[in-house]
T-cell receptor, first 113, second 119 residues
Framework: AQKVTQAQTEISVVEKEDVTLDCVYE???????LFWYKQPPSGELVFLIR??????QNEISGRYSWNFQKSTSSFNFTITASQVVDSAVYFC??????????FGTGTRLKVLA | DGGITQSPKYLFRKEGQNVTLSCEQN?????MYWYRQDPGQGLRLIYY???????QKGDIAEGYSVSREKKESFPLTVTSAQKNPTAFYLC??????????????????FGDGTRLSIL
């Protein structure tokens, strides 16, 4: 069975702190892909990153970085020097060759000024 | 700009009434999806469509119906059989579902959502 676990329900940090959001996934597929989405209070889902299973390179985009480790089935997301605008719910999702996209339950990040 | 448009933003349903949520995309995507989001939970798939005139049930299809008469449009009807319809509904699209999507770097694109409540 496929599963995505985001164990952190809510995280609060003070502005400029670094924060890591955890994502652990389960799948028997050898080829799969992982996403992170941001959901601000307005509700829309904003795409942040997609990583395919055959590409284990970590990625940095500005203050955002992602650490993909197949050995531990994790795809963690780090925000460096957090800002109030980063406050949102963040979802990790897993997909494979079928229609099935499995979303985690999300982590609510609150960045306090 | 290309994107997905959902309407209305807010919708109220009376007991026993069917309501239809609109989803239109101009991304030329073949695949479209409907998700339901409840407070504090992730997204659950209601229906998906890989191509015009074809659609499949997702995990929670009971009480919902869809149609895919045009590539651009994938409306969702919440029927009176859905006893707990209050939720946030998100429509999404992608270039495909199979190999083309698997080996691309494209995501599912989402609309802004429709919040449905019971009167």
């Amino acid at each position: 069975a496929q599963k995505v676990t985001q164990a952190q329900t809510e995280i609060s940090v003070v502005e400029k702190e670094d924060v890591t959001l955890d994502c652990v996934y389960e799948t028997r597929d050898t080829t799969y892909y992982l996403f992170w989405y941001k959901q601000p209070p307005s509700g829309e889902l904003v795409f942040l990153i997609r990583r395919n299973s055959f590409d284990e390179q970590n990625e940095i985009s500005g203050r955002y970085s992602w650490n993909f480790q197949k050995s531990t089935s994790s795809f963690n997301f780090t925000i460096t020097a957090s800002q109030v605008v980063d406050s949102a719910v963040y979802f990790c999702a897993l997909g494979s060759g079928t229609y099935k996209y499995i979303f985690g339950t999300g982590t609510r990040l609150k960045v306090l000024a | 700009d290309g994107g997905i448009t959902q309407s209305p933003k807010y919708l109220f349903r009376k007991e026993g009434q069917n309501v239809t949520l609109s989803c239109e995309q101009n991304l030329n995507h073949d695949a479209m999806y409907w998700y339901r989001q409840d407070p504090g939970q992730g997204l659950r798939l209601i229906y998906y469509s890989q191509i015009v005139n074809d659609f499949q049930k997702g995990d929670i299809a009971e009480g919902y119906s869809v149609s895919r008469e045009k590539k651009e449009s994938f409306p969702l009807t919440v029927t009176s059989a859905q006893k707990n319809p209050t939720a946030f509904y998100l429509c999404a699209s992608s270039i495909g579902i199979g190999q083309a999507f698997m080996f691309s770097n494209q995501p599912q694109h989402f609309g802004d959502g429709t919040r449905l409540s019971i009167l």
